[in-house]
């Protein structure tokens, strides 16, 4: 199989179990219907074919003509980007993925679901550190926000859209997209209503799972918000 997937530091993974290492207090969440545990197996599982991308992920991406026929590249697990110069500024994201498209290249940041929540409310979060205002400013001028308009969103979908444009600025990419790879049971789509308040405040709307939303401009880079519904893994039968 083609090296596609690396751990953060660059080594070469040849199993889900490799990307253990990397996941810190989360490691003892590795099971089934955890969400590290359903990512990596679905990146895993997709990466010998000619596209490496999970099912739901391709099917996305290729909702937009011009993401047609999207081919992954590299996809990094518990990629870490720094946000800024303030004490443990980095962002760590379940995969960056480096994808091919017909006319330039795709920066995909994969924020892994099943039943887990986003976390904090900005509101709240800014109460627990002297420091966080002053990167909450640095992290609304990635998403093109003022500070005040984002207290009643998520902080994890700022941070982590922001380290996906920070990654493809760094890049050199011409579009970035941040999708939700939901595990969630059923129709249960925990976290969904908090994922479109956070892409209407963006302006770029999601309707639905399974729809990517239209591009905006960051910078130099075309940015789009989705949200995909995937299988919880299910082991091979011996």
């Given at each position: ?11 070469a993974l040849a199993d889900p179990e490799d990307v253990i290492p990397f996941l810190g207090r989360r490691e ?151 999708v939700v790879q939901s595990f969630s049971p059923g129709d249960v789509r925990k976290g969904f209503a908090d994922f479109q308040a956070f892409a209407a ?38």
């Open positions: 199989m083609e090296t596609r997937l690396l751990g953060r530091d660059g080594s003892k969440h590795w099971k089934q219907a955890f969400s590290a545990f359903e990512v990596a197996h679905s990146w895993f599982a997709a990466a010998p074919s000619e596209h490496g991308l999970p099912a739901a992920v391709r099917a996305l991406l290729e909702s937009e003509p011009s993401y047609a026929g999207a081919r992954l590249t590299q996809a990094i697990f518990e990629k870490t980007t720094v946000l800024d110069g303030i004490a443990r500024g980095e962002s760590q994201t379940d995969v960056l993925a480096f994808v091919a498209i017909p006319e330039g290249s795709l920066v995909l940041g994969v924020e892994g679901k099943v039943n887990e929540p986003f976390g904090p409310r900005v509101s709240s979060w800014l109460n627990r550190s002297a420091n966080r205002p002053a990167r909450l400013a640095i992290v609304a001028s990635w998403l093109g926000l003022e500070p005040e308009v984002t207290h009643a969103l998520r902080y994890q979908l700022l941070h982590r859209a922001a380290a996906v444009l920070i990654e493809a600025d760094n890049a050199g990419a011409s579009d970035a997209a941040l405040a963006m302006g770029a709307p999601v309707d639905a799972p399974g729809t990517l939303s239209p591009p905006i401009a960051r910078g130099a880079v075309c940015f789009r918000l989705g949200w995909t519904i995937n299988p919880i893994y299910e082991a091979p039968q011996e």
